[in-house]
T-cell receptor, first 111, second 115 residues
């Protein structure tokens, strides 16, 4: 079945540091890939998505590229801010199957 | 506008109470979802409604009863809950229930505490 594996946190970075959160997936066919962000005490917000190989999703300075050859969708940001502190979920949707989430990565950014 | 609203934001209930969670969207989406999220875990799918009909029930106990009165509203009726049911309950919607490009949008959640 479909599955998502993402690096487990917590990840602690200083402000303006470079961020990478790794995400790899297993799926049949051609799934769509998503990153959701959950700020403390809130619901999930869609951060970015990519629906086919080599697509790059981007939003708020975050980027992720759909790499079919490495089955990966790593999240990156060049310069993190304290306000980026949150939990980040990688997810995939394949065919008619429900959305499958990774376990989540908690990011803490310190000033 | 990609807004899904949920009420109430917080709910405390006893094990003998009956309460309901409400979810609303006005994006014209025809699929709506209930998820349960425990602390430090990803959301777990509970129910999926497609065109106002229940299409997926992930073996959820009968003390949780979903209802979709129309295409914009989704309710979750709660009765005789257990303390372990305390969690964040998230509603989501998407254009269609199937198709791998279908994107789900989540509400802010209801924080439920069962005493």
């Amino acid at each position: 079945g479909n599955s998502v594996t993402q690096m487990e946190g917590p990840v602690t970075l200083s402000e303006e540091a470079f961020l990478t959160i790794n995400c790899t997936y297993t799926a049949t066919g051609y799934p769509s890939l998503f990153w959701y962000v959950q700020y403390p005490g809130e619901g999930l917000q869609l951060l970015l998505k990519a629906t086919k190989a080599d697509d790059k999703g981007s939003n708020k300075g975050f980027e992720a590229t759909y790499r079919k050859e490495t089955t990966s969708f790593h999240l990156e940001k060049g310069s993190v801010q304290v306000s980026d502190s949150a939990v980040y979920f990688c997810a995939l949707r394949g065919g008619n199957t429900p959305l499958v989430f990774g376990k989540g990565t908690r990011l803490s950014v310190i000033a | 506008d990609t807004e899904v609203t949920q009420t109430p934001k917080h709910l405390v209930m006893g094990m003998t109470n009956k309460k309901s969670l409400k979810c609303e969207q006005h994006m014209g989406h025809r699929a709506m979802y209930w998820y349960k999220q425990k602390a430090k875990k990803p959301p777990e799918l509970m129910f999926v409604y497609s065109y106002e009909k229940l299409s997926i029930n992930e073996s959820v106990p009968s003390r949780f009863s979903p209802e979709c009165p129309n295409s914009s509203l989704l309710n979750l009726h709660l009765h005789a809950l257990q303390p372990e049911d305390s969690a964040l309950y998230l509603c989501a919607s998407s254009k269609l229930a199937g198709g791998n490009t279908d994107t789900q949008y989540f509400g802010p959640g209801t924080r439920l505490t069962v005493l």
